[in-house]
């Protein structure tokens, strides 16, 4: 009988033709994505998906609007994937916004766009659009918040 020892290898030693490889190409996709301006992009996105008062309180508004009522009926709440869905940017170090999200109602659909600004941690509406393509015949704009340049 051989009683020799068997020598254990750790992960590392095991692992580290494919580990080393994997790890570089991970660390070249994250810095290619942030170098691109992605980064920026999702950080527009992660800000939006937090800051869902700013919906809300538009959705408020635009529920209020008589043309609307008239033409999407009323307003249904938004989700978190609506937002995502849609388009976001921030500028000014994040206290100005300008964001385009699909809104439904009981007659139709729409997009909304707000143009916002951040005053003392309460936003403030510079512009808010309903937008309504389909059916072409309805195709309209209805401001209710118009911007002022």
């Keep these: 009988m051989n009683n ?3 020598k254990s290898t750790t992960w590392w030693q095991k692992n580290w033709k494919w580990s080393v490889p994997t790890s570089v190409v991970f ?3 994250i810095v290619s994505i942030f170098l691109s301006g992605f980064g920026d992009t999702l950080g527009n996105y992660s800000k939006a998906y937090s800051d ?12 209020e609007n008589n043309r609307v009522k008239e033409t999407l009926g009323h307003i249904e709440d938004i989700n978190n994937m609506t937002i995502l869905n849609g388009y976001v940017e921030y500028a000014d170090d994040n206290s100005s916004v300008k964001t385009t999200i699909k809104v439904s109602g009981e007659h139709g659909k729409a997009m909304l766009d707000i143009f916002a600004h951040l005053i003392n941690d309460t936003w403030s509406f510079d512009a808010l659009n309903i937008r309504i393509k389909n059916p072409p015949e309805n195709k309209e704009t209805i401001e209710i918040i118009k911007l002022v340049e």
Excluded: E, F, P, Q
């Excluded at 869902?52 to 529920?63: G, P, Q």
């Design 4 to 6: 020799d020892l068997i």
């Design 27 to 29: 660390i070249i996709i």
């Design 52 to 63: 869902s008062k700013l919906y809300n309180d538009a959705i408020k508004i635009v529920r």
